[in-house]
């Protein structure tokens, strides 16, 4: 029973380049949410996905973030054009219904822009 | 907005001794609200939650919180504390409602537990 799965774990990218972020949820959770994390500031909610929905993507940033949950196969959250203030920790989560009821996270990806 | 406030963003502690870790939140009607624990280079761990019924909440690893209504607090407490414990802990808060709910979490509150 596998938890929610995102990779890569690390990923080194240059200033301009694109990333690519990938979260496979819990079997049976359809609800996918994205979070970015900076040191001292905690978890910062990004956008919620259900299947080939956008719900609420309140927390991405206007330009170069997209994100997305098709149908089959995992979610991807992308950004393009990276730039050095984009590095940090990104996490995913997932839950069956609600979120009310709790997440299940993801071990994250950290990503560096160099 | 709802929201939640971790009054103190370090705590160390002694090995054995009792830890409390606070966390007040924004009033509403109704409050769903959560623990989580990340441990270093880690994802995050529910710890406990709080939806309703009996206002102490026991959870994994020996931890407890405690809903306050009037005080608007959830605050974490263990008895006696292991240097396992080391870690950063988060309270959260669900907001929003009718199929566009979501988690919003505090800044954090770094437990260093020392022998």
């Known amino acids: 029973n596998a938890g929610v799965m995102q990779n890569p774990r690390h990923l080194v990218r240059r200033r301009g380049q694109e990333a690519r972020l990938r979260c496979s949820p819990v079997?049976?959770?359809?609800?996918v949410y994205w979070y970015r994390q900076l040191p001292e500031e905690g978890l910062k909610f990004m956008v919620y996905l259900q299947k080939e929905n956008i719900i609420d993507e309140s927390g991405m940033p206007k330009e170069r973030f997209s994100a997305e949950f098709p149908k089959e196969g995992p979610s991807i959250l992308r950004i393009q054009q990276v730039v050095r203030g984009d590095s940090a920790a990104y996490f995913c989560?997932?839950?069956?219904?609600?979120?009310?009821?709790?997440?299940?996270f993801g071990s994250g990806t950290r990503l560096t822009v160099v | 907005a709802q929201s939640v406030t971790q009054l103190d963003s370090q705590v160390p502690v002694f090995e054995e001794a009792p830890v409390e870790l606070r966390c007040n939140y924004s009033s509403s009607v109704s409050v769903y609200l959560f623990w989580y624990v990340q441990y270093p280079n880690q994802g995050l761990q529910l710890l406990l939650k709080?939806?309703?019924?009996?206002?102490l909440v026991k959870g994994i690893n020996g931890f407890e919180a405690e809903f306050n209504k009037s005080q608007t607090s959830f605050h974490l407490r263990k008895p006696s504390v292991h240097i396992s414990d080391t870690a950063e802990y988060f309270c959260a808060v669900k907001v929003g409602q009718g199929g566009s709910e979501k988690l919003v979490f505090g800044k954090g509150t770094k437990l260093t537990v020392n022998p």
């Open positions: 079997k049976g959770h359809s609800h």
């Open positions: 709080y939806l309703s019924g009996s206002t």
């Open positions: 989560a997932s839950s069956r219904g609600s979120a009310g009821y709790g997440y299940t």
